[in-house]
């Protein structure tokens, strides 16, 4: 089965929301954002703006009906900056035309007064100064200081990891269509149409019921739209309740770019300490999150941080502190992997280091502390169904890590200019939501008379292929062909309370969900056949569309059985429900079970760079990875490889900068480079482990979104080993990205 988009998206005909045509009198906004990081405002200056042609009203604080907060977590962020303006960027205003040009002109011509106050862009310097959005947090296990005694050799040192831009395809943008009675229709490029619902209730003082979330697909999320869709969404809907007309944003790229969080920029302090034989037997991190001005998702962000801050490793001693550290950014918020790789980051540092004093690889460390089963996590959950092991030893055997190693070094022995680096990644990522209650499915099944099915699911398409598993599950379930079964939109009045898309889960929960409802129907289209055919309804089974007795094909079809079951008044829809069993977790204590199962595999980067320019060349993916029983093989290997293209990027090319004011620099696809087709190794092998099981996802397959994403850091380490080859590493502070120009400097550390 093929991606059931694929044939829209290459043609240019998948609808997005403003792809849909406009109803009549549609308006246009665009937001007037703070020109400055820091400051009190005083007072705005809107009229003349209010007197460009076209322009219909302006929008701010004031002027929002209900609720004017609004959050994910805590209601802490204003929907318009009100006395004050936290970042460069921060919402002041709406301006809304008759046409996307006049609300621009418009928006160009606002201004506001603001006493300018000293921003902090630093966690280190808001940790200083106290500025936290909780509480610091330290989770430890074993005996971190007292073991330091016992270590043969100790390294500590510091981190600066960069943050990385969304650059999902589509920028952020909603639709808001008054309907009779005070209902709202909202469409909106969102992870989460029950956050988006919540909210837009929320700012216009009404009952959930009365506003209707449609999704039908996101061109790209990334985390970028699991909480920050709903910003403009609610700003449309406000103008739209104002005027009585139907509002449109569509952020522009700029605007996109400054005006929503990113993945957390991290930085970071590591001690490592090992034994002899190579055994990690201490580690401790202190982790500054740089949050960026409100809550967002900055405490469930760090508490994955936290959670995978020991990756795949079995360490008896670690020591994990968390800070949620609030600078004078736009809130920094979920992006796949969601604070996972900043806490797996550190420890492959620390392993580089402790290696380069030992005199050994870092592959030899990381081979000798892999986890297996029975290992208790800090955060007490004990490992099951481990295959860490299995693909490390997979990989180093399949592609030959011995050969790749010995040819890398006759070629940087012939060469003098350029350099080959190899270094390898093994991922643990542990799926679930760690907010237990987020863990739920739903998914309604309805088979028409004609014996066509529909599929609605809370589960949001952004081009990861979830409506391409819903069916194909569906088409299991029921022994029917995919071509049978449509899947919909994702709306909020036929599914209610949908968890968003996010954490790898969305196929684990819905798809559950959606074997659930499928068995309920077919369990009842089952009984009418065993009554037609005198039969017992176990005998039989659905086959390509033609029911089976004893494994033996009868004259009664998927089509006629549907039509025998209406006539008998027996349910052709249903409505299933998921989610996963014993769940607990404790996220204060950071103690429990959070993740219902684990994900696995390995991965190794080979890179070449030059040693005169400083630029690089990704030659090699190998990765053997851990799928389970993959659902649609070729859906699955596109987020593995895009999860790899986009962990390749955040280590690499990807450099958000911010000037001392706190304005964001790199605003534009000309000064942010993210890794392209070119970029992408012109080797990329990918292995899955075979005859593996995984009860606890659907079908047996495994989540498989967030966990690639991982493979990518092996290129900052291969790229090093290769500026080693050239020339000692020398820095005071490990800094990610690994861009060009600092492969340069790296190169030559006394050119000034
Ligand atoms: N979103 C969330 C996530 O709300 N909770 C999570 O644990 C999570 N994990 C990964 C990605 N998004
Ligand atoms: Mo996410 S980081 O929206 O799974």
């Not at 593995?640 to 304005?663: C, H, N, P, Y």
């Amino acid at each position: 089965m093929r991606h059931c988009g694929s044939h829209l998206h290459v043609s240019g005909r998948s609808q997005y929301v403003d792809d849909v045509p406009a109803p009549k009198g549609m308006l246009h906004a665009v937001v007037f954002g703070s020109p400055v990081a820091h400051g009190k405002l005083l007072s705005l200056d809107l009229e003349a703006a209010k007197a460009v042609e076209g322009v219909k009203a302006i929008v701010t604080y004031e002027s929002i009906p209900g609720s004017k907060m609004i959050g994910a977590l805590a209601l802490d962020e204003p929907l318009f900056a009100d006395k004050e303006v936290l970042f460069q960027g921060h919402p002041i205003a709406l301006v809304i035309a008759d046409s996307h040009a006049a609300a621009t002109k418009g928006a160009k011509t606002c201004s506001a007064e603001i006493e300018e106050l000293s921003p902090v862009t630093c966690p280190r310097e808001a940790f200083a100064k106290g500025l936290l959005l909780q509480e610091t947090r330290v989770f430890e296990k074993g005996d971190v200081d007292s073991i330091w005694s016992e270590c043969e050799t100790i390294v500590a040192g510091k981190i600066d990891l960069a943050g990385q831009e969304h650059l999902y395809l589509e920028t952020n943008r909603a639709r808001v269509i008054p309907q009779e009675d005070g209902q709202m229709k909202v469409y909106s490029s969102t992870q989460s149409p029950s956050a988006v619902q919540k909210h837009v209730a929320g700012v216009l003082g009404l009952p959930m019921h009365k506003v209707e979330v449609d999704v039908k697909r996101l061109g790209g999320g990334f985390g970028g739209k699991e909480d920050q869709a709903t910003h403009w969404a609610c700003m449309a809907a406000v103008g739209a309740a104002l005027l009585k007309a139907p509002v449109q944003i569509v952020l522009s790229r700029p605007d996109d770019m400054r005006m929503t969080g990113k993945r957390h920029p991290y930085k970071q302090d590591f001690k490592i300490g090992l034994d002899s034989a190579g055994k990690i037997l201490a580690y401790e991190v202190h982790h500054f999150q740089n949050s960026g001005a409100y809550m967002d998702l900055s405490g469930p962000v760090l508490e994955r941080t936290v959670l995978h801050s020991t990756n795949a490793y079995a360490i008896p001693n670690v020591r994990i502190r968390a800070a949620a550290c609030r600078t004078n950014l736009p809130s920094n918020t979920a992006y796949r992997g969601f604070g996972g790789p900043q806490g797996m980051f550190p420890l492959e540092v620390a392993i580089e280091q402790a290696a380069a004093k030992m005199g050994v690889s870092p592959d030899w460390i990381q081979s000798r502390n892999l986890i297996s089963d029975g290992y208790v996590f800090q955060y007490g959950q004990e490992m099951e169904g481990c295959n860490m092991q299995r693909t490390w030893d997979e990989a180093v055997e399949h592609f030959d890590v011995k050969g790749i190693k010995a040819r890398i070094a006759a070629f940087n022995k012939e060469n003098l200019m350029v350099k080959k680096g190899f270094a390898m990644m093994p991922v643990c990522f542990g799926i679930s939501f760690t907010k237990t209650f987020l863990n739920q499915g739903s998914s309604l099944v309805h088979v028409y008379t004609d014996g066509s099915v529909s599929v609605t699911t809370g589960g949001i398409e952004m081009g990861q292929g979830i409506s391409s598993n819903m069916i194909a599950i569906a088409s299991r379930v029921f022994g029917i062909p995919h071509a049978w079964i449509n899947s919909n939109s994702t709306n909020t009045r036929r599914i209610a309370n949908i968890s968003p898309s996010a954490a790898s889960a969305t196929s684990d929960l819905n798809g559950n969900a959606t074997i659930i409802a499928c068995n309920e129907i077919l369990s009842g289209m089952l009984k009418i056949a065993g009554e037609h055919l005198g039969c017992s309804p176990e005998a039989l089974k659905i086959v390509n569309g033609v029911v089976q007795r004893d494994g033996a094909p009868t004259e009664l079809t998927w089509q006629q059985l549907v039509l025998k079951t209406y006539f008998a008044r027996v349910q052709l829809m249903a409505h299933g429900f998921y989610s996963p069993p014993d769940l607990h977790y404790d996220g204060v204590k950071g103690f429990g079970k959070p993740f219902h199962y684990y994900t696995f595999g390995t991965c190794l980067i080979e890179t070449t760079v030059d040693c005169l320019r400083g630029t690089y060349t990704i030659d090699a993916s190998r990765i053997v990875h851990d799928l389970g029983r993959t659902i649609i093989p070729t859906v699955d290997r596109g987020q593995i490889e895009g999860g790899l293209a986009q962990g390749l990027g955040w280590v690499t090319l990807e450099e958000l900068s911010f000037s001392d004011s706190g304005r964001l620099t790199s605003h534009a696809l000309s000064t942010y480079k993210a890794p392209d087709a070119d970029f992408m190794p012109d080797v990329m092998e990918l292995k899955l482990l075979e005859n593996v099981d995984n009860p606890g996802g659907p079908l047996g397959s495994k989540a498989v979104g967030e966990p690639p994403f991982m493979y990518g850091t092996a290129a900052y380490f291969a790229i090093r080993r290769a500026i080693e080859a050239y020339t000692p590493l020398i820095e005071d502070e490990v800094r990610c990205p690994m861009t060009p120009e600092r492969v340069l400097l790296s190169l030559y550390p006394n050119f000034k």
